[in-house]
């Protein structure tokens, strides 16, 4: 459903994006992950047609986004991270204004409309006021916003930031109801586990360059390559400490108190070894643990070294 080549963005001597590629499948929630400044934005604004390239290519449902810029816009629903709001229009009055704009005809508007509402969770909202919206309601309104001439893509900037946990949940909620409608969406954020439970695809870009992109799931089992173990001794410490650096299996050994953290690259059958190993020789593991890698901490691993 997208497809990006190769893309590349200067912003005078600044370059935003080193030459970005990636393709995203119809029906995929794709979540867009970096830090403040990592070209999240510059790449969905140019999906968007916003913005043009530097050099590089990008479709969208298989047009060209630069020379095909109205199919594309047809095809897109795009919700910015700052997205003025008409704080004189009720929530009805709004919708019916894009609507308008996307030229769909007053009685078709009358017919989506309490539809949209009722999607976004604000139909008891319609008559209020824009400007009287708590955060997360006014977040719902751009998205409704931006599904009025029922979209196949959705591109979100940042949608989630801002909102108490509550607004996320029901965000997500709502994004599952698109998913399930069959559409593509691509959202980002600079908070990893946010998007973890809302996505299926994640790609991380870090200073114009994608650094990882995969499932979700696959991005844990490569974290899960690199786990670390703790393991709490009673007593003889030094001693299990060189027995655990003969073990192959065993990529660095340090101590933390009685502590001794274990990095380690084999897999569960591996680690039930070498726990037999330590218990028979009668070292006494008083406990004996995998650290459970986050995502943020798969975040920081992935991306840690980018760029300098
Ligand atoms: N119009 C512009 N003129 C000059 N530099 C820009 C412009 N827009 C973006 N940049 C720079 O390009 C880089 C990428 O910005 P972009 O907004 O795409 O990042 P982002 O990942 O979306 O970050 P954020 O999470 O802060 O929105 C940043 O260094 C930014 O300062």
């Known amino acids: 459903m997208i497809q990006i080549e190769q893309l590349t963005k200067r912003y005078g001597k600044m370059e935003a994006l080193k030459g970005v ?20 934005s510059t790449t969905m604004s140019i999906l968007a047609t916003l913005l043009e390239p530097t050099s590089g290519k990008a479709y969208v449902g298989g047009f060209d986004v630069i020379k095909h810029p109205r199919e594309v816009r047809k095809l897109i629903g795009y919700m910015p991270d700052f997205f003025g709001v008409y704080d004189y229009l009720t929530a009805e009055e ?15 508007r009358k017919a989506i409309i309490p539809q949209l509402l009722e999607l976004v969770n604000l139909s008891h909202k319609r008559d209020a006021y824009v400007d ?15 599904l009025v001439h029922n979209p196949e893509v959705l591109i979100l900037d940042e949608p989630a930031s801002g909102l108490d946990p509550r607004a996320r949940i029901e965000l997500r909620e709502i994004l599952k109801e698109l998913r399930d409608m069959g559409k593509t969406i691509i959202i980002s954020s600079h908070i990893l586990p946010e998007l973890a439970e809302m996505c299926d695809v994640i790609g991380v870009i870090e200073e114009g360059n994608l650094v990882a992109f995969g499932k979700v799931e696959e991005i844990y089992a490569r974290m899960q390559e690199k786990r670390v173990l703790r393991i709490r ?9 060189a027995r ?3 073990v192959p299996t065993v990529a660095g050994v340090t101590r933390e108190g009685n502590w001794v953290v274990v990095g380690f690259s084999g897999d569960d059958a591996d680690q039930a070894k070498l726990l037999r190993d330590l218990t028979v020789n009668d070292f006494p593991v008083a406990a004996f643990n995998e650290a459970q890698g986050d995502l943020e901490e798969i975040f920081l691993e992935i991306t840690k070294g980018v760029g300098s």
């Open 233 to 241: 001794l009673l007593d003889r410490v030094d001693e299990a400490m």
């Open 94 to 108: 709004y919708l019916d204004f894009y609507g308008a704009n996307y030229d769909i005809p007053p009685e078709e």
């Open 244 to 246: 655990l650096r003969e």
């Open 132 to 146: 009287s919206l708590s955060r997360g309601m006014k977040q719902r309104l751009g998205l409704a916003r931006c």
């Open 21 to 40: 590629s990636l393709s995203i499948e119809k029906g995929t929630v794709f979540g867009f992950v970096g830090p403040n400044g990592a070209g999240k």
